[in-house]
């Protein structure tokens, strides 16, 4: 039996035994919310790592997951994404980063593909804020489920009722909440437990290098010392829905808590509830449709592709969510989209710089592959025998746009091999056009900063400097060959060719979009949705 299937069926009980005891997920949120404060409180509380604080590289904290690239430390942000896995409670968590800027969104909706739930964290004083709701909208595109953490709670902030309202009516999600705040945001006393009216209090650690004590309260404690406070959080509680398991599974409930990751407050309530009530890995749709059981031989999707983080040696690194069967490493699979072997002799698991080889996972498990110069964003890996195509990695809405040429005429063959490295990776998408006589390649990104990281790539990797120019545009639409000449005739408005063969109408501002189409009605011009 080849070492990947998992085709007798005492393997593939084991499979579906893992399976079920893992959880993999993303914290989202609006840069600032509190995710790196977050993350690092998680581990703590899993108790990876001793103290808070080793998990990212903030204030002179030790990095040890994120900035692996210059740009990254100069800028303090963190540009890629890896996971992190530990053990709580008998189950597996896969907790998977996600860049903090707004610009790298699109490696943030990739990751999105490779979960099975994520937390929206909200800052108490600000809410619902652009990010997070452009993210909640992939999460819902996905059919992604929600959990939502209310952080920052120990500052004043926005009424508890009022942040209820907003998921309600800005995005159509009804709070379940699990947990409640005993005390506005900024005079918290403790938490209201929902199953059974109990209160825990916590005794801070100072700035939240420890894991903060608890204390419990029975219901009769918490009404004689906390009185108004504690009767105001049951009543304002009992006007809400409880937990519906269905719905939020469904996405459109969301389990609530409230909590302040920075003094490790609320944090191992969530981690509890993740474990307890976030869904396993499950079958998961193929190309066509057909969902592949967890216990199906091995598959994976690769949601991530980045430049080694070894300078000394170049070598390409492969992110795959482990889908169905048992990965062993060393095994050779499939590679779906040649259908060429693929060896997993070096696999690893990521955590920042360090590696650690990894031997064996299972569905919901993430894997690194290094020497992955063959695999790109979205493509398929499957055992030997068990073939299987995962659908193709959703691509995003471009909104900038520039030309790219090299200033130095003798590195064009760099230049050309740089360019299709970032775009497999999915730094940026590349797109041409008829138009440009010299052949110049379009670079389109969702965020600016997506063309610094190309261009310091290309200089530090494949030693090639390169001028951009930008372009006027900042819209794309879907057209089809029919369009072309026509939208090509107006002025201010150019088609180019992606490399994955859609054809992108480029339009300065949508009203000119609106006047075009007025124009020319019969035209496609499809939006592309993020997560579309
Ligand atoms: P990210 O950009 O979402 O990763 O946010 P960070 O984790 O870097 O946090 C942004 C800022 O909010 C930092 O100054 C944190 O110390 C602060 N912060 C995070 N969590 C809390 C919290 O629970 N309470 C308070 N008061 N500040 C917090």
């Not at 059981?293 to 969510?321: N, Y």
């Not at 990695?393 to 740089?418: I, L």
């Not at 002025?491 to 007025?518: C, H, I, M, N, T």
Request: hydrophobic letters at 45%.
């Amino acid at each position: 039996m080849p070492p990947t299937s998992a085709a007798s069926p005492a393997a593939a009980s084991g499979v579906a035994a893992e399976a079920a005891r893992r959880r993999t997920f993303a914290v989202i949120s609006h840069p600032d919310a509190g995710k790196s404060t977050l993350t690092e409180a998680l581990a703590l509380h899993a108790r990876v790592i001793g103290e808070a604080g080793a998990v990212h590289g903030k204030s002179g904290r030790r990095a040890v997951i994120s900035d692996w690239m210059e740009m990254e430390q100069a800028r303090g942000i963190s540009v890629t994404s890896a996971a992190l896995q530990f053990e709580y409670q008998g189950h597996v968590v896969n907790l998977l980063d996600t860049p903090g800027h707004a610009d790298f969104s699109e490696d943030t909706y990739r990751v999105l593909a490779a979960v099975d739930c994520a937390v929206m964290l909200l800052d108490a004083a600000k809410g619902l804020e652009p990010q997070t709701l452009k993210l909640f909208d992939v999460c819902r595109h996905r059919g992604v489920p929600v959990v939502t953490f209310v952080n920052k709670w120990d500052r004043p902030g926005m009424h508890v009722l009022d942040l209820v309202d907003e998921l309600d009516q800005r995005i159509g999600l009804t709070a379940t909440p699990l947990n409640w705040p005993v005390g506005e945001a900024g005079t918290f006393h403790g938490l209201l437990d929902r199953d059974d009216e109990t209160m825990t209090t916590f005794e801070r650690a100072p700035g939240g290098a420890r894991i903060a004590e608890e204390q419990l309260l029975s219901a009769a404690e918490a009404k004689e010392r906390y009185a108004d406070a504690w009767g105001t959080a049951l009543d304002e509680v009992s006007l809400l829905d409880t937990l519906d398991l269905e719905t939020f599974h469904a996405g459109t409930s969301t389990p609530m808590l409230f909590g302040a990751a920075v003094v490790n407050v609320g944090v191992r309530q969530l981690l509890d509830a993740l474990v307890e009530l976030a869904p396993p890995p499950s079958a998961r749709p193929d190309a066509e449709g057909t969902p592949r059981p967890v216990e199906a031989p091995f598959s994976g999707l690769v949601f991530k592709v980045q430049a080694g983080m070894d300078k000394a040696h170049r070598d390409r690194l492969a992110f795959v969510r482990v889908c169905s069967g048992r990965f062993e490493r060393g095994a050779v699979v499939t590679h779906a989209a040649t259908g060429r072997p693929f060896a997993t002799k070096y696999a690893r698991t990521m955590l920042g710089r360090e590696r650690e080889t990894i031997d064996i996972a299972f569905p919901g498990d993430i894997v690194g592959l290094v020497n992955a110069n063959a695999l790109t964003v979205g493509d398929t890996l499957y055992a030997e025998g068990s073939p299987v195509a995962f659908p193709p990695m959703p691509s995003f809405a471009p909104e900038h746009f520039v030309t790219a040429r090299t200033t130095d005429t003798s590195k064009a063959k760099q230049f050309r091999r740089g360019i299709e490295q970032l775009a497999e990776e999915g730094v940026v998408q590349i797109l041409t056009s008829n138009r440009r006589g010299d052949g110049a390649p379009i670079l389109a990104a969702v965020g600016p900063l997506q063309f610094e990281v190309a261009t310091a790539r290309l200089g530090q990797e494949f030693g090639v400097p390169i001028a951009l120019d930008s372009l006027p545009y900042g819209l794309a639409r879907r057209t089809d060959a029919d369009g072309v000449a026509l939208l090509n005739a107006e002025a201010g408005v150019e088609v180019a060719e992606r490399r994955d063969g859609a054809l992108l109408a480029l339009f300065p501002d949508k009203w000119r979009l609106a006047s075009v189409q007025r124009r020319h009605p019969d035209v496609a011009l499809e939006p592309l949705v993020a997560g579309a």
